[in-house]
């Protein structure tokens, strides 16, 4: 068999990740060239396995410039068997000092489709094999130009008055319904979206609306119009009748706006929450399936016993940002 080489990129190489094919093209997601331009991705965070100066693997850890976290493993596609991406991930967890969380991207309803499935399988497998467990998966779901439900009159909205109201009421809400991007303001920002959303959201209190029963706050909505795209950041509910007119009142305040589509992450557990998004007339547009490092993983355990690895020098200056 031929030897695995396993090593980090060096500057310039970005064609070497690139020259392996997309397994999901159909993915929507920000390219590795767009993220090198960016700051995000940097070569010493991305890694290749190679047989017969092929590359058959190759991950890319995601930090944004300024962002106080870990980087995270954004990018992993496999076109050999899981062993060998799990010896790529112990290499790449070496050199960052352990394992980092990872949050596989797939195309909406994945499990349904023997074809997605087929691929997605053997990377996470291998996340598997090198130490991830996976916690949990997140939907991003868009609303673009459907039709929103009629309202019922019941419930009333306005804005909110400042941040100590809209602070009032979030620390009331035991779970939020919508968090868009709590990965991001974690990893970036070292904010809790949950429970401190104003910390993160470049917004104003106009930009947030209260539903009210009868005078009553009964849910909460904030909106961000001037991020990456429009999207509800934000929705807690007091109650949960108000669930789905109070995401159709985020997504008027958006339309009104400008915004021809509207972005909202849920979380799949969530069933109830994601059949009113769908009503409502949002669609799932991807899945993110979250790993997480299930323990640090011991010194020297970057490659298996008897793994077939060859150690490729990546260069000068290599591993140094």
Known sequence: ?????????????????????????????????????????????????????????????????????????????????????????????????GPQKYYAAMPAHWRRRPEVLAVAKVP???????????????????????????????????????????NAIVARVVEPDVLTGKEIARAVGGVDLATDPLAWLNSTAGDWRIASDAGEPVGLVGTAGDACYPLIAYLGLLDDAVRGELLAEAVRVLATGGAREVLADVDAHRVAVLAEVERTGFRQLRSRVIFEPAARTPSGSAMTPGSAIAAEPAGPGAGSR
């Open 1 to 97: 068999m031929t030897d695995l080489v396993i090593r980090p990129l060096v500057a310039g190489e970005e064609s070497l990740f690139e020259s392996m094919p997309d397994p999901l093209p159909q993915l929507r997601q920000v390219s590795y060239a767009d993220g090198i331009a960016g700051g995000g991705y940097q070569p010493e965070n991305t890694w290749v396995a190679m047989r017969a100066g092929r590359v058959i693997g190759r991950a890319a850890w995601l930090l944004p410039p300024g962002a106080v976290g870990a980087p995270w493993l954004e990018r992993f596609d496999l076109d050999a068997e899981p062993e060998a991406g799990a010896a790529l991930l112990r290499a790449a967890h070496e050199a960052l000092g």
């Open 124 to 166: 996470m497998a291998a996340a598997r094999l090198a130490g991830l467990v996976e916690r949990g998966e997140r939907l991003r779901c868009s609303c673009a130009g459907t039709p929103l439900p009629a309202t019922s009159g019941r419930y009333t909205f306005r804005p909110a008055v400042d941040a100590a109201e809209i």
